[in-house]
């Protein structure tokens, strides 16, 4: 949905930046919706958590964005860069 809105958490905030993603981009993987349900917890007790998978445009950055779907909003969780190692800082 296009006009789904996206709630960005502190610590994706925080991963985004150390890792060099903007929200452009990871909007970008979660509206192509790649899951891998090898890495989803479906069963959460908050909630269904989904692993959407892809590479951005912009920088060919293989990313792992985890997502928890709720009723007014898509919350973004956490956002992993799945190839590089990027030395970050504490994201509480």
């Given at each position: 949905?296009?006009?789904?809105?996206?709630?960005?958490?502190?610590?994706?905030?925080?991963?985004?930046?150390?890792?060099?993603?903007?929200?452009?981009?990871?909007?970008?993987?979660?509206?192509?919706?790649?899951?891998?349900?090898?890495?989803?917890?479906?069963?959460?007790?908050?909630?269904?958590k989904y692993?959407?998978?892809?590479?951005?445009?912009?920088?060919?950055?293989?990313?792992?964005?985890?997502?928890?779907?709720?009723?007014?909003?898509?919350?973004?969780?956490?956002?992993?860069?799945?190839?590089?190692?990027?030395?970050?800082p504490s994201?509480?």
């Open positions: 949905d296009p006009s789904a809105k996206f709630y960005f958490t502190k610590h994706a905030r925080c991963r985004m930046k150390c890792r060099h993603i903007t929200q452009e981009e990871a909007k970008e993987i979660v509206r192509r919706a790649d899951v891998n349900y090898n890495k989803s917890d479906l069963d959460a007790a908050e909630g269904p692993a959407l998978e892809g590479i951005t445009s912009i920088d060919k950055q293989h990313v792992r964005i985890i997502v928890a779907p709720k009723q007014r909003h898509l919350t973004i969780l956490t956002v992993i860069d799945l190839e590089n190692e990027w030395q970050c994201c509480k």
